[in-house]
């Protein structure tokens, strides 16, 4: 079943619940979507439906920092809820010991030695773990890893 079926379905049945929270955020999720495939003028891939996912996280976990920077309480309990609803259409992601392994695979596999090689590892790694994992953690392992 593609994302957008299984949004689709999950839309249909959020409805059915009357779940407002859980339905508000489907059909952003499905907007952004729908809106990257007329940006490309063709039907997305799974990668490309990956990417939107993966961008709609990022922006609510800024979000949520930001907010919890402010001190804005009933804003983060909110956005929270919004992100759990987003992760459930996320891949499972990997844990970091698994994740350090792929980098310690993906600098080996590169031959990087120091910290100004790290684009070349980054670049080898990412495609990797795509949606698997968060970059900023991604780039924290590899750069502990060349130090």
């Known amino acids: 079943m593609s994302l957008l079926e299984r949004l689709n379905n999950d839309m249909k049945q959020a409805m059915k ?6 339905l508000v955020v489907i059909r952003m999720i499905k907007a952004a979507i729908q809106n990257e495939s007329i ?3 063709r039907d997305l891939s799974e990668e490309d439906e990956l ?4 961008r709609e996280v990022k922006q609510r976990k800024d979000s ?8 804005r309480e009933d804003l983060v309990d909110k956005i929270r809820a919004e992100l759990k609803h987003v992760e459930i259409y996320m891949p499972e992601q990997l844990s970091e010991e698994e994740l350090a392994e792929i980098v310690k695979q993906a600098i080996a596999d590169t031959g990087a030695s120091s910290k100004k090689e790290m684009g070349k590892v980054m670049a080898a790694l990412m495609p990797k773990v795509k949606g698997k994992a968060d970059g900023s953690l991604v780039n924290k392992l590899v750069q502990q890893h060349l130090s």
């Open 39 to 41: 940006k490309l003028g």
């Open 51 to 54: 990417s939107v996912l993966s």
């Open 17 to 22: 619940n009357k779940e407002k929270d859980k």
């Open 64 to 71: 949520l920092h930001e907010f919890e920077k402010a001190g």
